[in-house]
C-alpha cells in the first residue's frame, strides 16, 4: 500500500476516473458479447440495488484507490481511481465513484481508512480464494457523497 497524497503513480496514465459506463465483454475479435441478462454474472444486484461484484484475482495488483472512512469526514469509503493495469479494471463491474460497503463479507461501515485498506489487500492478497467480493452501492444511490480525503494505491 502506498500513500501518494493526491497522485496515482505520478501520473494520470492508464487511470480511469469518474467514469460510470459499464463496459460490455469483448470477444477475441474486440467486439462486445450480448448477454442474456441485464448483468454480467460477476455482477450481482441485491433487492436494496447495491451491487456484490465478484473480481478474479487475475493479476498481481488489484489497481483501486479509495477515500474516505470512519476517520474522515466521510464515513464509507469510496473508488476514486481504477487502475488500467489492475485486475478490477479487467473484471469490470467496479466504478469510480461507488461506495464500498463489504469485502468478501466483512462489512466496512465503522473502519478506519488504513483498515479499510489493509482488509482490502489482505482478501486481494490471500491465496486460498482466487477471487474478491465486493458489495458496494452508488453514491448518488446513497445519502453519503464523500470528499477527497487520501489516495491508496492497493497491490497485493
Known amino acids: 500500500m502506498k500513500d501518494e497524497g493526491g497522485s496515482l503513480l505520478g501520473s494520470d496514465a492508464g487511470v480511469r476516473r469518474h467514469q460510470s459506463m ?4 469483448m470477444d477475441q475479435n474486440g467486439s462486445s458479447l450480448e ?32 477515500e474516505g472512512g470512519a476517520n474522515t469526514k466521510h464515513p464509507l469509503p469510496r473508488i476514486i ?10 473484471a469490470g ?7 464500498i460497503l463489504e469485502v468478501d463479507g466483512n462489512k466496512v461501515d465503522g473502519m478506519h481508512h488504513q483498515d479499510v485498506a489493509r482488509l482490502i489487500a489482505e482478501c486481494f492478497a490471500a491465496r486460498d480464494k482466487n477471487e474478491i467480493t465486493f458489495l458496494v452501492v452508488e453514491a448518488k444511490k446513497s445519502n453519503l457523497e ?11
Not at 459499464?22 to 465483454?25: A, D, G, I, S, T
Open 22 to 25: 459499464q463496459r460490455l465483454p
Open 93 to 99: 463491474g467496479l466504478e469510480v465513484g461507488q461506495l
Open 146 to 156: 464523500p470528499k477527497p480525503t487520501a489516495l491508496i494505491f492497493l497491490e497485493a
Open 81 to 90: 481511481n481504477i487502475h488500467e493495469h489492475g485486475a478490477a479494471y479487467d
Open 35 to 66: 448477454q442474456c441478462q441485464d448483468q454480467p454474472p460477476h455482477i450481482v444486484p441485491d433487492h436494496r440495488g447495491n451491487l456484490h461484484i465478484t473480481v478474479k484475482k487475475s493479476k498481481p495488483i488489484l489497481g483501486i484507490a479509495i
